[in-house]
């Protein structure tokens, strides 16, 4: 046997010395450094500048990726907790999304108080957005990857399953499941706390996957 040791770059497997070839090579396109820039500037328009201008009660806890639209029109109670990867999307000109204190979002839900028109022979995309207001009062409860339309009222207490759509007003203290949203049931309801675990059971399967 030879005293000799090889040199240490030829106990480097190949494809150890490819990746870090291409990690070099990445860092020298200036194509990375570009889209580095665009991701820069998206988180500022949609997080950081609407969040400025929000109206946000003391103790609100949001995610770092939750895209804020006309922050000007959105209000925020005290103590809410916004989930990751929401959206919260205040009118161009006059829909305003109000939330109340303790409300609680799943990650993934959607909030919007526009909509587009569908006359036919125009583009959906050209056409006029149609702008309602939507208030969700206190303490409710929005499970993962709920969507609440524009015009929308949800009142204190309720519980809205996951998935759900929510098409139309919630009355207080109602537990709501589905698409579109129906209710089908009453907070301390055995029934209907049964229907919000099924609703969230798909999810979680999802998840484990």
């Known amino acids: 046997m030879s005293g000799v040791s090889e040199p240490h770059s030829a106990r480097v497997p190949p494809r150890k010395r490819h990746r870090a070839l291409g990690f070099g090579v990445s860092q020298l396109d200036p194509r990375a450094w570009f889209q580095l820039l665009r991701l820069a500037h998206y988180y500022n328009y949609s997080h950081v500048t609407p969040r400025r201008l929000a109206d946000i009660g003391p103790g609100v806890r949001m995610a770092p ?67 309602r207001d939507v208030v969700i009062g206190d303490d409710v409860w929005l499970g993962a990857r709920v969507m609440v339309v524009a015009g929308v009222e949800i009142g204190d207490g309720c519980i809205i399953g996951a998935s759900s759509v929510v098409t139309r007003s919630i009355p207080a203290g109602s537990i709501a499941v589905g698409n579109p949203a129906r209710v089908v049931g009453h907070r301390g309801d055995p029934k209907a706390d049964a229907e919000v675990r099924r609703a969230d059971a798909p999810l979680g399967a999802s998840r484990a996957m």
């Not at 895209?67 to 959105?74: K, P």
């Not at 989930?83 to 799943?106: E, F, K, P």
């Open 65 to 131: 990726n939750v895209s804020l639209a006309n922050g000007e029109r959105i209000k925020i109670g005290a103590y809410s907790h916004i989930g990751a990867r929401c959206s919260i999307w205040a009118g161009d000109s006059v829909g305003r999304i109000t939330l109340g204190r303790h409300a609680l979002l799943g990650p993934e839900v959607f909030i919007t108080a526009s909509n587009h028109q569908t006359e036919p022979g125009t583009p959906v995309m050209d056409q006029p957005k149609v702008e």
